[in-house]
């Protein structure tokens, strides 16, 4: 079945404690990205990717980092998090690598919440 | 640069009636329109898109939206709603010369009422 996974789906953690949320699809994608949702501001982008070793910023990246290390993975990197952090965050990938036709796909989610 | 904006942040209807849910965007270039749709606890759903083609657009479940360029919208309907259809519904607009994407609208919650 094609999809984009995600994991953990949920997470409680304290301030400074490094963690990663991975990201992987099974559909040969190019373009992954990252974004983060919040109440009332819709989805904001945090970091996108057009290909293996290819990433850049998209509108919300302080705090973040990401690697593209192969094609099906694309892990959100959080250093030091802060509770402002607290969102629930989607991972998504599309074949395109800058067309705007293309139809992303998102995984299910991961549920951030930083103490 | 790319903005797009949901007018309601809540809209309840009857089960049975239409649906209106209201998008306007703001676009540099040509754009592509989508709606996608978020149920309880799950992830985003394409219900469908507009890319250069015919202007009114036909979508999953039932859904069309209906480009209008010189209204600068994209309003997203439906003749009858349906219990199954409450979920929070966002319109995203994407620049053709922008390598970002996706700008996504602030969410409309629909309910749908028995």
């Known amino acids: 079945e094609a999809q984009v996974t995600q994991n953990p789906r949920y997470l409680i953690t304290v301030t400074g404690k490094k963690l990663t949320v991975t990201c992987s699809q099974n559909m040969n994608h190019e373009y992954m990205s990252w974004y983060r949702q919040d109440p009332g501001l819709g989805l904001r982008q945090i970091y996108y990717s057009m290909n293996v070793e290819v990433t850049d910023k998209g509108d919300v990246p302080e705090g973040y980092k990401v690697s593209r290390k192969e094609k099906r993975n694309f892990p959100l990197i959080l250093e030091s998090p802060s509770p402002n952090q607290t969102s629930l965050y989607f991972c998504a990938s599309s074949f395109g690598l800058a067309t705007s036709t293309d139809t992303q796909y998102f995984g299910p989610g991961t549920r951030l919440t930083v103490l | 640069a790319q903005s797009v904006t949901q007018l309601d942040s809540h809209v309840s209807v009857s089960e049975g009636t239409p649906v209106l849910l209201r998008c306007n965007y703001s676009?540099?270039?040509?754009?592509?329109l989508f709606w996608y749709v978020q149920h309880p606890n799950k992830g985003l759903q394409l219900l469908l898109k507009?890319?250069?083609?015919?202007?009114l657009v036909k979508g999953i479940n039932g859904f069309e939206a209906e480009f209008k360029k010189s209204e600068t919208s994209f309003h997203l309907t439906k003749p009858s709603a349906h219990m199954s259809d409450a979920a929070e519904y966002f319109c995203?607009?994407?620049?053709?010369?922008?390598?970002?994407?996706?700008?996504f609208g602030s969410g409309t919650q629909l309910t749908v009422l028995p």
């Open positions: 995203v607009v994407s620049d053709s010369g922008s390598a970002r994407q996706l700008t």
């Open positions: 676009s540099s270039y040509s754009p592509s």
């Open positions: 507009y890319t250069s083609a015919a202007t």
